[in-house]
């Protein structure tokens, strides 16, 4: 079969049954229709080989989707008529679970000719006056768009095109169901290119969304604002006229929302269209001087500049101290997003940008700090080096001194914008006044917590790369590259790689001993010796380890040291 979708849908149809919360009531599948559901999912996801140990290979899951075809066929019907049927409980987790095995099943079936008519029952359900079953028929639309390839749902794109949107419409009033026609309709994008070559159809479908990101409900607003995101990945030719009459305003507001879910839609949003107008730069590079190109850059980013770009710059200010540093969060995709607009528009990032850094680079508030750092770190990739040169001069012993902030997020920011520094053509450092303070800077860097440690290693990676030596009798990091090392190799004695700081350190050493100068053979054949030592004390544990977790840190680390 190797329908990738039908394999993630199967799966979310197991994690969808699975209940671990203790409000909800736990013989909900154990009777009537909905119990199966829950032996289709047992027999696909609960089997065991011979010898009693589960089997969990996708290869299985297609095999049993293979079996469901050739099962009895009134089985199979009495299944799928008892899905239908739970579609209209009251109870929200049956209609999610029979909703999954509705569209697993379609996943199946449709492909192969057969349950032709599952689309028009949905269809018709969704015209009920029952709100409940409206809106798991809608959900199950938006699991069957999602699961199946768009050839095959082609011929019925306008029956479900005009159902959802009649429910994602303004004049729904049900908040719930109009969730889940938008949801329906975000799934569905791909398949309906018919449709949106049609100006009248890709108005309305439109006007839907737009309307939709101004809902009371917070929810529908962020299913509309990810609907305009995928639009403008699929449709990014036809947006030119939208943007002009709704979408710039429209995705301003939403950045400053201040629910987080529909903040990051409309920055997701910003950042989709500096992606989209990178990719048609990156062709039009690439295309030949004769030949015309094939789509038109419309320059949405840089005309959007002065609404979006202050947005982004406030919107960095809004870290939270106690967040997980791996918790995506508003701040960080305005970073992103100001990155990728640095790449779209280039040296017109720069002069807006400069003002909000020396404003606020010494603010006594860190969250104005750390976002002045950020903000100039995430400007040097787009603009041309000679323009930047001359910024990363001036900035250059701030950026070092803010390694040692007080704050580590600053502290954080701050290393990681040296390394993008060390990442510049090396002429925009001047090595003569800079090096000296930069290598102190990173070397004490080192000895901070792991998330600094990481940064580090990438700014001393960037850097070595750059002035290597590898033909020289010497080079610019020669007199310093032994304490680097030494450093270095107390890192990785650790027993931990928190932030992937131990295999970063590894990673240092390499490119360190990959581009050192002829002076600096001594200190590499010591660290030739030294992790051989340490790759033959790996061999021993190996043999001694019980665990799963010990050998798998065991073949890390032989890894990080044959790097």
Same mark, same amino acid.
Not at 71 to 86: F, I
Not at 416 to 421: F, N, Y
């Given at each position: 079969?190797?329908?990738?979708?039908?394999?993630?849908?199967?799966?979310?149809?197991?994690?969808?049954?699975?209940?671990?919360?203790?409000?909800?009531?736990?013989?909900?599948?154990?009777?009537?229709?909905?119990?199966?559901?829950?032996?289709?999912?047992?027999?696909?996801?609960?089997?065991?080989?011979?010898?009693?140990?589960?089997?969990?290979?996708?290869?299985?899951?297609?095999?049993?989707?293979?079996?469901?075809?050739?099962?009895?066929?009134?089985?199979?019907?009495?299944?799928?008529?008892?899905?239908?049927?739970?579609? @209209?409980?009251?109870?929200?987790?049956?209609?999610?679970?029979?909703?999954?095995?509705?569209?697993?099943?379609?996943?199946?079936?449709?492909?192969?000719?057969?349950?032709?008519?599952?689309?028009?029952?949905?269809?018709?359900?969704?015209?009920?006056?029952?709100?409940?079953?409206?809106?798991?028929?809608?959900?199950?639309?938006?699991?069957?768009?999602?699961?199946?390839?768009?050839?095959?749902?082609?011929?019925? @794109?306008?029956?479900?095109?005009?159902?959802?949107?009649?429910?994602?419409?303004?004049?729904?009033?049900?908040?719930?169901?109009?969730?889940?026609?938008?949801?329906?309709?975000?799934?569905?994008?791909?398949?309906?290119?018919?449709?949106?070559?049609?100006?009248?159809?890709?108005?309305?479908?439109?006007?839907?969304?737009?309307?939709?990101?101004?809902?009371?409900?917070?929810?529908?607003?962020?299913?509309?604002?990810?609907?305009?995101?995928?639009?403008?990945?699929?449709?990014?030719?036809?947006?030119?006229?939208?943007?002009?009459?709704?979408?710039?305003?429209?995705?301003?507001?939403?950045?400053?929302?201040?629910?987080?879910?529909?903040?990051?839609?409309?920055?997701?949003?910003?950042?989709?269209?500096?992606?989209?107008?990178?990719?048609?730069?990156?062709?039009?590079?690439?295309?030949?001087?004769?030949?015309?190109?094939?789509?038109?850059?419309?320059?949405?980013?840089?005309?959007?500049?002065?609404?979006?770009?202050?947005?982004?710059?406030?919107?960095?200010?809004?870290?939270?101290?106690?967040?997980?540093?791996?918790?995506?969060?508003?701040?960080?995709?305005?970073?992103?997003?100001?990155?990728?607009?640095?790449?779209?528009?280039?040296?017109?990032?720069?002069?807006?940008?400069?003002?909000?850094?020396?404003?606020?680079?010494?603010?006594?508030?860190?969250?104005?700090?750390?976002?002045?750092?950020?903000?100039?770190?995430?400007?040097?990739?787009?603009?041309?080096?000679?323009?930047?040169?001359?910024?990363?001069?001036?900035?250059?012993?701030?950026?070092?001194?803010?390694?040692?902030?007080?704050?580590?997020?600053?502290?954080?920011?701050?290393?990681?914008?040296?390394?993008?520094?060390?990442?510049?053509?090396?002429?925009?450092?001047?090595?003569?006044?800079?090096?000296?303070?930069?290598?102190?800077?990173?070397?004490?860097?080192?000895?901070?917590?792991?998330?600094?440690?990481?940064?580090?290693?990438?700014?001393?990676?960037?850097?070595?790369?750059?002035?290597?030596?590898?033909?020289?009798?010497?080079?610019?990091?020669?007199?310093?590259?032994?304490?680097?090392?030494?450093?270095?190799?107390?890192?990785?004695?650790?027993?931990?790689?928190?932030?992937?700081?131990?295999?970063?350190?590894?990673?240092?050493?390499?490119?360190?001993?990959?581009?050192?100068?002829?002076?600096?053979?001594?200190?590499?054949?010591?660290?030739?010796?030294?992790?051989?030592?340490?790759?033959?004390?790996?061999?021993?544990?190996?043999?001694?380890?019980?665990?799963?977790?010990?050998?798998?840190?065991?073949?890390?680390?032989?890894?990080?040291?044959?790097?």
């Amino acid at each position: 079969m190797g329908n990738g979708r039908l394999v993630r849908l199967l799966c979310k149809m197991n994690f969808v049954t699975e209940r671990d919360d203790g409000t909800v009531d736990s013989e909900w599948s154990e009777t009537g229709d909905r119990y199966l559901i829950k032996l289709f999912r047992d027999y696909v996801f609960h089997a065991v080989d011979d010898d009693g140990r589960p089997v969990a290979s996708m290869a299985h899951v297609e095999q049993h989707s293979q079996r469901w075809l050739q099962a009895d066929e009134g089985v199979r019907g009495q299944v799928k008529q008892g899905v239908l049927v739970t579609l @209209s409980s009251e109870n929200r987790q049956a209609t999610t679970a029979a909703a999954q095995a509705i569209a697993a099943i379609t996943a199946t079936e449709l492909p192969q000719g057969q349950w032709q008519d599952v689309i028009a029952t949905l269809l018709q359900n969704v015209t009920s006056s029952n709100t409940g079953l409206k809106i798991s028929s809608l959900q199950t639309i938006g699991f069957i768009c999602e699961s199946i390839s768009p050839e095959i749902l082609a011929a019925q @794109s306008n029956t479900i095109l005009t159902a959802v949107v009649q429910g994602a419409n303004s004049e729904e009033p049900s908040q719930e169901v109009r969730y889940a026609a938008i949801t329906a309709l975000l799934n569905s994008l791909e398949f309906v290119r018919q449709n949106f070559d049609n100006e009248g159809e890709r108005n309305v479908i439109m006007q839907t969304v737009c309307e939709a990101t101004q809902s009371p409900d917070d929810s529908v607003q962020a299913a509309a604002f990810e609907c305009l995101v995928r639009i403008m990945q699929l449709y990014y030719d036809k947006m030119r006229f939208y943007m002009e009459k709704a979408l710039y305003g429209l995705t301003v507001i939403g950045m400053k929302h201040e629910d987080e879910k529909i903040a990051l839609q409309a920055i997701e949003f910003w950042s989709t269209v500096c992606d989209e107008e990178i990719e048609l730069q990156i062709e039009e590079d690439a295309r030949d001087p004769g030949q015309p190109p094939e789509r038109e850059n419309y320059q949405f980013a840089k005309t959007a500049l002065s609404q979006v770009l202050p947005t982004l710059l406030f919107l960095l200010t809004k870290q939270d101290a106690d967040a997980d540093e791996d918790e995506w969060n508003v701040s960080m995709a305005a970073a992103t997003c100001l990155s990728l607009l640095a790449q779209t528009i280039g040296n017109d990032i720069v002069a807006p940008v400069i003002p909000f850094v020396e404003q606020h680079i010494r603010n006594p508030d860190w969250h104005y700090r750390e976002a002045a750092v950020m903000a100039f770190g995430s400007i040097l990739d787009g603009p041309d080096p000679n323009v930047l040169t001359p910024l990363v001069s001036q900035a250059l012993p701030v950026l070092i001194e803010m390694v040692k902030d007080q704050v580590v997020q600053v502290k954080d920011s701050a290393a990681w914008t040296l390394g993008r520094v060390c990442d510049l053509p090396i002429e925009c450092i001047q090595l003569d006044v800079h090096l000296h303070s930069m290598i102190s800077a990173l070397v004490a860097g080192l000895e901070d917590s792991p998330r600094i440690v990481a940064n580090c290693c990438w700014a001393i990676m960037n850097l070595t790369e750059q002035l290597g030596g590898l033909d020289a009798e010497t080079y610019a990091l020669s007199q310093y590259f032994e304490g680097i090392i030494t450093t270095l190799m107390r890192i990785t004695e650790a027993n931990v790689n928190e932030n992937n700081s131990r295999t970063s350190a590894y990673e240092a050493m390499a490119t360190l001993a990959s581009t050192g100068a002829r002076d600096t053979h001594a200190v590499i054949a010591k660290l030739g010796v030294a992790t051989l030592d340490r790759l033959d004390a790996t061999i021993a544990g190996l043999a001694q380890a019980v665990g799963v977790d010990d050998r798998l840190a065991l073949a890390e680390l032989q890894s990080n040291l044959l790097n």
